[in-house]
């Protein structure tokens, strides 16, 4: 039984790639390719229901269930298997395109900020900027006291400071 | 302990991660390569007439038709035909045309030649099979018309070149008449149909080649009968052998009437035993005569009488003939000479005057020379020049021109067996820092360059740079073993007896050898390779050792021919050892034990179920009689539809290696209804595959033991009409059972059926779950299921308390033998495509979570995660299970477009899947072949325990940079500020 369908290669801009497309019965049973004008044909199909598969790199075709008729020969009823919609024509179409990489975002001052290193950053400028405020703010009784501890340990530092600053 | 503590932490993090890795485009290249090849070439057609591009178009025993570059040997189109439409004959029509006869003669493809869109397709219906032959009008000069004559399936056809229209058709359904040979006359416009009634009459028919109707029919009778083939030595004759392949017999068929003449070989060729071949040459009253391991030229007068003309050593090749200016016909010969190729041109009409004679220098890791197609081009000084296509023993192809090899494809890759790992060796000597300090600019350079990537703010030029050196990067490409395990060798097995090491970095070929226990011989006729192990890793203190593999092969395609096995050095590709013909090999079970010299121990099982053990040393044995109580194995009858299991009785009787030659004691069978039930599947696990945790941790706090046995066999049999392919069963009469047992009690543990599914199924098993796919007859669609199991025993493990007090039965030893309370978990999922492969990823410790590798009909391979394939999914899980990462229940699983792991590649005629656990635990390598090959690095859970490519140094630097400068300002901010304060 032959089995002869069309295939709606046109108006989706598959024709320049047309020579990559191959149409699959029955998960390998035979394979066959497209001709110029996007039309396909099986030969010797028993009658029996089918499944026809295309292989396009960059679309996505569902499969399609094909029922060859035993009484009406040459009669074959289609439907796509993945969303169940009927087919009147056998004209397959892609369900849609696909996109085999990811984009790359354009670089904004976001996702450096976001970054490990940008937060790091980040907080470096807080601590070097907003903790002299603190201390500004604090008590100058306490400051006096806070930084005689400091001379009589030597080392003038920012950490020893830390936690004076907590403890207020 | 806080690794394991770790290891929880991060999956907990990882659970959290978005499904599946995926790739930016300009990441190409960087982890992944791909390998185009077409196989082994059967027919050539030369395309050089017109000036500009020069090709050669070819068929191939993959059933590619490919047009290469007769330049570099580039593909410049090829097309992968389906797996049972072998082309018969290619031939080019109209100088645009490729014309391809495939499917035993039933379809004729004509491709568009510059760009190898299918042009037209035309099938022949015919009512028997037949030999299959296709005469183009180029040959016979006639190209007014344009027709092309094809016989298939028991017609004659005669189809219009430019858009396949069937002209005229004549079938000769007469089912005894086999047509051997199609002439068209030259000038007449006749055809000729020879062939054979029986095995002692012969038919010739003449056919109006304008029409199709038979002009005249002549038969005439020969008692010794014919056997095989014949060839067609002119325009009237044609040469035969008889049934007993004693004679040669001429018949000459045109000017009225058939006249058939013997005569006996030996008189031709001296005494001979043996198989008689006669080889065509299509050259002018001349064929070739391979008896007695040497060919003979011979030649046929006007009257029949047959001229020895000389007489070469058989390990030549002769090209078809080809036809010369004015008539004339030269022939190409391709002769072994020791390590050097003889490549003479003669001319058909004067035998003794070579046109051309030239050696070439040959590796003869190519082997001997299987096949040569002839070309001739015009010198700047109007003398012929000859150029040659030679295909080798080991399916690589060559052209020879002028004395030298212009280019040569490797396509034994094409038909890879079996493929396993090595490592490398470790590198010895550090890098010398001379050597840092000079690329330090450069280095620096780079960096900057990338760093200018980064922010975007590169030109396109500097983007060519940059990815330039991020492909270049001699790193990867390196000799040495790596930290993270990345660079290997992959060592592959073809078709074709050779072996290839390939670097994983860049795929690259580090050394290819031709078995030589692989190549015929008289004591094995059609040695084939079937697979390869690891056979020794040495320690890794043993530095001056090389690792090894173990190739294993069959003297016949037949299961119980004699075996032979090969020992390899997988650094440098020599052949340490071979064995065989030995005993047959059904099976081989590498043993988890290895000798004090690291070497495993194999077992190989033959024909009778007797086991052997390799290797054949006393220290061997020893080891292997402390565990033979241990050692179970099992075989599938799948035409019987028996599984039985086996285990060790005593040594055998009746052996001459006696000691190490077991015979097999009858443990279990499980056999299946074979009216009702076919095996169509079996699947274990991989040997060397690592589980991490033993339970799982549910959603609620809860616990459950996995199953986790290596014992497990999946089995999958389906009704005797769903066994067959799609299309031939309807789902009432169609059904699936799927079965786990246990091989070493034969235990079933657990039984499924599918109703209304049928084969095919390809399954793949991993700690303790299975997922399998078929096809589901009632929605139309393929599915694919998963079954789980878990150990009920433990079940009651989950107290703290009791685990504290330390009454828990963790610790004691799991026995097959012991009744396990098993429970298992099953959910379905309808997939789109239908499926090649389907295997799962591997990592070093089994920590990351896995992917399912699944080879599709279109040639892309595609990760999908495990956690689709969960039985837990619910339409809605509870918030404690969403935590935990359970996707919500969808009846079909998802293909996202980002995760296939081949991205915009094909590998033409995917067979397979291999998967290799990096040292990094993250990464997992992965090879996939077919006719193309294609490696690739994976992170399913991303690399959560390195930096990414992508990862700017610069930044890091400069961010480093940048602190330090802060400390230093705010030091003397605060040296400064202290200063005032004292002052003060």
Known sequence: ?168 | MAARILAVFLLLFLSAAPLGSSLYEDQVGLMDWHQKYIGKVKHAVFHTQRSGRKRVVVSTEENVIASLDLRHGDIFWRRVLGANDVVDAIDVALGKFVITLSSDGSTIRAWNLPDGLMVWETFIRGSKSSKSLLLSGTNSKVDKDNTILAFGEGCLVAVSSADGEVLWKKDFADASFEVQQIIQSPGRDVVYVLGFVGSSSFDAYQINGKNGEVMHHDTASFAGGFSGNTLLVSDDVLVALDAAMSHLITISFQGGGLSINEKPISNLVGDFAGPVEILALKLGRMFALKANKLITFISISNDGKLDVLEKINSAAAISDALSVSDGRHAVGLVQQVDNKVEFTVKLGNDWNTNLLKETINMDHQRGFVRKVFINNYIRTDRSHGFRALVVMEDHSLLLVQQGEIVWGREDGLASILDVTTSELPVEKDGVSVSKVEQNLFEWLKGHILKLKGTLMLASPEDMVVIQGMRLKSSEKSKMTRDHNGFRKLLIVLTRGGKLFALHTGDGRIIWSRLLESLRKSEACEHPTGLRIYTWQVPHHHAMDENPSVLVVGRCQQNLDAPGILSFVDAYTGSEIKSVGPVHSVLQVIPLPFTDSTEQRLHLLIDAKQRVHLYPRSREALSIFQQERSNIYWYSVEADKSIIRGYAIKRTCVHEDAGDYCFEPRDLWSVVFPGKSEKIVSTVTQKLNEVVHTQAKVMAEQELMYKYISKNLLFVATASPKASHEIGSAIPDESFLVVYLIDTITGRILQRMTHQGCQAPVHAVFSENWVVYHYFNLRAHRYEMSVIEIYDQSRADNKDVLKLVVGKHNLTSPTSSYSRPEVVAKSQSYFFTHSVKAITVTLTAKGITSKQLLIGTISDQVLALDKRYLDPRRSLNPSQAEKEEGVIPLTDSLPIIPQSYVTHALKVEGLRGIVTVPAKLESTTLVFSYGVDIFFTRLAPSRTYDSLTEDFSYALLLITIVALIAAIFVTWVWSERKELQEKWR
């Open chain 1, 1 to 168: 039984m032959d089995c002869k369908s069309g295939a709606g290669a046109k108006g989706f801009g598959l024709l320049g790639k047309i020579s990559d497309v191959k149409v699959i019965l029955n998960g390998g049973q035979k394979v066959t390719f497209l001709r110029p004008d996007g039309y396909f044909s099986f030969y010797n199909v028993p009658a029996g229901t089918h499944l026809i598969e295309v292989a396009a790199i960059g679309y996505f075709f569902s499969p399609v269930r094909v029922d060859v008729s035993a009484r009406n020969p040459g009669k074959v009823q289609a439907a796509l298997t993945e969303n169940r919609r009927g087919l009147i024509e056998l004209v397959l179409e892609p369900l849609r395109e696909e996109q085999y990489y990811e984009i790359r975002e354009p670089f904004s001052i976001m996702s450096v900020v976001k970054s490990p290193m940008g937060l790091m950053m980040g907080f470096m400028l807080i601590v070097v900027f907003l903790m002299p405020k603190l201390v500004e703010n604090m008590d100058p009784e306490e400051m006096r006291r806070a930084q005689e501890e400091m001379r009589s340990q030597g080392v003038p530092s920012l950490s020893s400071l830390l936690p004076s600053a907590a403890r207020n």
